[in-house]
Every structure is written in structure tokens, then in C-alpha cells.
């Protein structure tokens, strides 16, 4: 039987089409991580394209790359290039003396958790579980400033001063309604996400034109 969330997903999907996923190799999506933050997904995914271009998309490519073309795919991202170049390093160096990574991501949540912290950011409720659902194939589901927002205002989890509270409110709320599939849980994300940045944003959501009005207690309160 279709839940509430089900069906609020399908409006979702109707509106936007199909969302493009994350990487599911375990390195590139933690690339894609590192170009995500502080960026644009089109700006993202020019330095991604870049890198892919350049065959460096693998530590031990990457750990032998010219730094020029890791620079100048990199600053395709946007600021904060030393940052991000610095992150890439880290995680490099991570992959690199762990060859098991991949397959530790695959295990067990919490050994994989615990191999993440190798990371940089792949720590609390958003890039570590995205590492998990998208990489490491476990039905869970991410909860980041964008799902949050999006879920308590249509009646999923509560929104507290601490935001891990809320991500396991939500989280905990979701997984209720949700098949134990993996694709729901991705769906899930996929959309929850999208529809954080591109119509229920922080200020100024556009609930008039939301396909989730008649669902949602915060535009019906508004």
C-alpha cells in the first residue's frame, strides 16, 4: 500500500522530472562532496567533468596528477580552491593507505561510519549517510540542511536547536512510511533535496507554487 510520503515523493518527481543521483563509486562521490560545498551543482559538475577529463579520478590517480590541472579543475568549483585542494589531499591520503574503504562503506554502518571519519566531511547527518545510501548501497536515509527543512514543514520529524535531533526525528519519521528498498530511500533523498533548493527554500519559500501545498501545515500556516 502507497504512503502519505509516497505520494508526496510522485508529486515531487511529476514536477521536477528526474533528478540527476550522486556518484556511486566511493571516491568520486567523495570528489563530488568536495566540489558540492560552497558551489553550484553546475559548477560542481564542470570541475567534476574536468577532473573525469583529465583521468584523475581514482586516489592513485589523483595522488600523481600535475597540480595544474587539479588546480584548474578544481577552481572550476568555485572559491575556496586551497580548501578544497587541501580536502582532496586528506582524502587521497585516506583511500590510499585503506584500499578497503569501498568495500568497509559496504559493511556493516557502523564500521563504515567509523572508516569515515578518515574524511573530511563525512561526518554527521548529511555526507556520511549520503556515502552510505549512494556508495555503500544501505537504506538510509541522508538528513541535511535541505531534507530537514523540507520534511518538518510537511509533518516529518521535529525542528530543534540541535540539529542531530532534528535529522533523527526526521529520519525516524521517514523510514516509518518508507519501503525497505534502497530506491525508495534514494528517491526519497533525491527529491526531498531538490525541492529544499529549488522551491522550499529557507526565506521567501515559493508555497504558492508548491506541489506539496495542499500536504503541508507550514504553507497552510503561513
Not at 533523498?189 to 506539496?212: K, R, S, V, W
Amino acid at each position: 500500500m502507497s504512503s502519505r510520503l509516497d505520494g508526496l515523493i510522485r508529486k515531487l518527481r511529476k514536477r521536477y522530472g528526474e533528478v540527476p543521483s550522486p556518484p556511486s563509486d566511493a571516491f568520486v562521490l567523495f570528489v563530488w562532496e568536495i566540489l558540492s560545498n560552497h558551489s553550484t551543482p553546475k559548477k560542481r559538475d564542470a570541475a567534476l567533468e574536468a577532473l573525469k577529463r583529465h583521468r584523475v579520478l581514482t586516489p592513485d590517480a589523483m595522488w600523481h596528477a600535475s597540480a595544474a590541472k587539479l588546480e584548474a579543475s578544481v577552481e572550476l568549483a568555485g572559491p575556496y580552491r586551497e580548501q578544497r585542494l587541501l580536502a582532496l589531499r586528506k582524502g587521497v591520503d585516506a583511500f590510499r593507505g585503506n584500499p578497503a574503504l569501498p568495500s568497509i562503506v559496504k559493511g556493516p554502518v557502523p564500521a563504515a561510519v567509523k572508516a569515515l571519519t578518515q574524511l573530511p566531511k563525512m561526518t554527521g547527518d548529511s555526507g556520511a549517510y549520503r556515502m552510505l545510501l549512494f556508495a555503500g548501497d544501505h537504506a538510509l536515509l541522508p538528513v541535511d540542511a535541505k531534507v530537514a527543512r523540507v520534511a518538518t514543514r510537511i509533518g516529518y520529524g521535529e525542528k530543534v536547536a540541535d540539529f542531530s535531533k532534528t535529522a533523527r526525528s526526521v529520519r525516524q519519521a521517514a523510514s516509518v512510511e518508507l519501503s525497505e528498498s534502497l530506491d525508495a530511500y534514494r528517491t526519497a533523498y533525491l527529491y526531498l533535496e531538490h525541492h529544499g533548493g529549488a522551491m522550499c527554500t529557507e526565506t521567501n519559500p515559493q508555497c504558492d507554487d508548491c506541489p506539496l501545498f495542499a500536504d503541508c501545515r507550514y504553507a497552510k500556516n503561513r
